[in-house]
T-cell receptor, first 111, second 110 residues
Framework: DAGVIQSPRHEVTEMGQEVTLRCKPI?????LFWYRQTMMRGLELLIY????????DSGMPEDRFSAKMPNASFSTLKIQPSEPRDSAVYFC?????????FGAGTRLSVL | GEDVEQSLFLSVREGDSSVINCTYT??????LYWYKQEPGAGLQLLTY?????DMKQDQRLTVLLNKKDKHLSLRIADTQTGDSAIYFC??????????FGAGTRLTVKP
């Protein structure tokens, strides 16, 4: 298996623009997670899905952030409108219950 | 405390053993993990241990668990320059909640 695949690897955008991050989990994994990593706050869980259903979105910072999982092989994290403080590395992870495997991340820079 | 705690930095010489320590928060945590993050990469699952074990060995890696003190350690034998990375301790404690430490940056000097 190729592992968790995220795209794009790098995204540079201007404040106010919409940003969409994509994730393909490992086939057969029931759980999918979105994390954000910054120097100041470390690794933060934003939201996770079980069998495509959002279970806990309490980590989503505000209404500008939304996540979807239309099927078992694809998820998106959208930020609209983006702000400079959203600059971070965003990770997607998938796994069976109790274990998480991470993608390589998307480095987002909002200017 | 409420946080998974780790030292932020560790520096060792090539060939020495490295020991990275972690204190976790919940005595009922069922799994405890060590992840490795190299520059520009995601977190790579290195190893994990069930809470009913007190030791796990996998090649150069040894994980020790002290449930009474909620202390987890990762020992890397014969540390190599390729082991330089950030190591994250994590606990799985409730309904798929995972809590990560801030990470320990291991520097291996030749």
């Amino acid at each position: 298996d190729a592992g968790v695949i995220q795209s794009p690897r790098h995204e540079v955008t201007e404040m106010g623009q919409e940003v969409t991050l994509r994730c393909k989990p490992i086939s057969g994994h029931d759980y999918l997670f979105w994390y954000r990593q910054t120097m100041m706050r470390g690794l933060e869980l934003l939201i996770y899905f079980n069998n495509n259903v959002p279970i806990d979105d309490s980590g989503m910072p505000e209404d500008r952030f939304s996540a979807k999982m239309p099927n078992a092989s694809f998820s998106t994290l959208k930020i609209q409108p983006s702000e400079p403080r959203d600059s971070a590395v965003y990770f997607c992870a998938s796994g069976p219950l109790g274990v998480q495997y991470f993608g390589a991340g998307t480095r987002l820079s909002v200017l | 405390g409420e946080d998974v705690e780790q030292s932020l930095f560790l520096s060792v010489r090539e060939g020495d053993s490295s020991v990275i320590n972690c204190t976790y928060t919940d005595s009922s945590s069922t799994y405890l993990y060590w992840y490795k993050q190299e520059p520009g990469a995601g977190l790579q699952l290195l190893t994990y241990i069930f809470s009913n074990m007190d030791m796990k060995q996998d090649q150069r890696l040894t994980v020790l668990l002290n449930k009474k003190d909620k202390h987890l350690s990762l020992r890397i034998a014969d540390t190599q320059t390729g082991d330089s990375a950030i190591y994250f301790c994590a606990e799985y404690y409730n309904n798929n909640d995972m809590r990560f430490g801030a990470g320990t940056r291991l520097t291996v000097k030749p």
